[in-house]
């Protein structure tokens, strides 16, 4: 600290905060280029962070959109972590601000934050249960009560639930009706 500093020098803006969070993924190009329109094709599908959106489609997208790019030098997550702030909007676009220092530079870091702030445990556990009491409706044939099962099955985190079991839950939604046991006690 310098005794003949002023006030004003101690309260000015240094621009400290200007650069962005690096990557924990060293970049092993001299240069490289995101080009505008890749940057403007990944805005098109913004995540706001309000209302019924969900973040594992918003996540599910994105990786589709990082997939189509690659730079020689550059890691796919640390792609993932320089394009990541152009897909959100609103409330989510501050709460990446707020919370980009914490995630150390490390895209799956930043990864789990997001999904820990947008999908609560709560939604977890209604969404166990909705796929464990997922039903046939009454005029709906095999193929259209599967694919609406899938898609509960991906609208989420990975639940832990094996196949097998998710097969047994979506057979009793369609024999639901009847109260015989599916398998013969031993």
Not at 44 to 53: A, D, I, L
Not at 84 to 92: H, I
Not at 158 to 171: A, D, Q, T, Y
Request: hydrophobic content about 40%; proline content about 6%.
């Amino acid at each position: 600290m310098n005794a003949n500093m002023s006030i004003y020098q101690f309260h000015r803006p240094t621009g400290t905060h200007l650069e962005p969070q690096q990557s924990s993924k060293p970049i092993m190009t001299s240069s490289f280029e995101i080009r505008p329109k890749y940057i403007e094709f990944v805005q098109k599908q913004p995540f706001s962070g309000e209302g019924e959106e969900n973040p594992y489609t918003h996540l599910r997208e994105f990786y589709q959109v990082c997939d189509l790019l690659c730079i020689e030098g550059m890691s796919d997550e640390t792609l993932k972590w320089k394009l990541f702030p152009f897909s959100l909007t609103g409330k989510a676009r501050h709460w990446y601000k707020l919370n980009i220092g914490s995630a150390h530079g490390d895209w799956k870091e930043l990864y789990n934050s997001f999904l820990f702030k947008y999908f609560l445990i709560s939604k977890v556990a209604d969404l166990r249960i909705e796929i464990l009491s997922f039903r046939q409706l009454e005029e709906e044939s095999l193929s259209e009560s599967w694919d609406p099962f899938i898609d509960l099955t991906l609208t989420g985190p990975n639940l832990s639930i094996l196949e097998e079991v998710l097969l047994i839950h979506f057979l009793r939604a369609l024999v639901g009706k009847i109260s015989k046991p599916l398998m013969r006690p031993l």
